[in-house]
């Protein structure tokens, strides 16, 4: 079936390194793409997104990568910072709906 | 500038009980989602509304009916609460009616079903 899945739950970071998180998606025809972050108590805020006619988008301090060919989506977080510290979704639209992965937790190490 | 507003935040019920979920959106935006959240799976869409009058059912629809009041409200309602629907609820809203743009999301309501 459909699905949007993350490769890792968790992801320990030192601080100033920086941070890949994956994500595995399973529908080809999916054409937009988004990535999340979720601190804890909060919802879920916007970090940049992707459209299926590109493979790279870059955005202050983030990029996104999309392979098409083994539908793969990663979110690069340069220099990563305590601040950078949450819960991770990855989201790909599905029948005017987005779906959303089960999410990876991103701990910075000080 | 509120963005997207939910109420309760907190909410505890006894199994069969109902209540009603609300949410508000000041930025004129067209859709309007209910997801909900529980540990280790996401975000799972209940309903969404891609235009005010409309209404459709998303992955998890059972147990939840929901009401786009106008083009700023959209409430979910749960007429006989179950355990099973223990969770955290997100409204959201996208200013367009498709399936591409920035989905905005309120800071979530927990609910607690005994």
């Known amino acids: 079936g459909e699905s949007v899945g993350l490769h890792l739950p968790t992801l320990s970071v030192q601080e100033g390194d920086n941070s890949i998180i994956n994500c595995a998606y399973s529908n080809s025809a999916s054409d937009y793409f988004i990535w999340y972050k979720q601190e804890s108590g909060k919802g879920p805020q916007f970090i940049i997104d992707i459209r299926s006619n590109m493979d790279k988008r870059q955005g202050q301090r983030v990029t996104v990568l999309l392979n098409k060919t083994v539908k793969h989506l990663s979110l690069q977080i340069a220099a990563t910072q305590p601040g950078d510290s949450a819960v991770y979704f990855c989201a790909e639209t599905n029948d005017y709906k987005l779906s959303f992965g089960a999410g990876t937790t991103v701990t910075v190490r000080a | 500038n509120a963005g997207v507003t939910q109420t309760p935040k907190f909410q505890v019920l006894k199994t069969g009980q109902s209540m009603t979920l609300q949410c508000a959106q000041d930025?004129?935006?067209?859709?309007m989602y209910w997801y909900r959240q529980d540990p280790g799976m996401g975000l799972r869409l209940i309903y969404y509304s891609a235009s005010e009058g409309t209404t459709d059912k998303g992955e998890v629809p059972n147990g939840y009916n929901v009401s786009r009041l106008n083009k700023r409200e959209f409430s979910l309602r749960l007429e006989s609460a179950a355990p099973s629907q223990t969770s955290v609820y997100f409204c959201?809203?996208?200013?367009?009616?498709?399936?591409?743009?920035?989905?905005?999301f309120g800071e979530g309501s927990r609910l607690t079903v005994l």
């Open positions: 959201a809203s996208r200013m367009g009616q498709g399936a591409n743009g920035e989905l905005f």
């Open positions: 930025m004129n935006h067209n859709s």
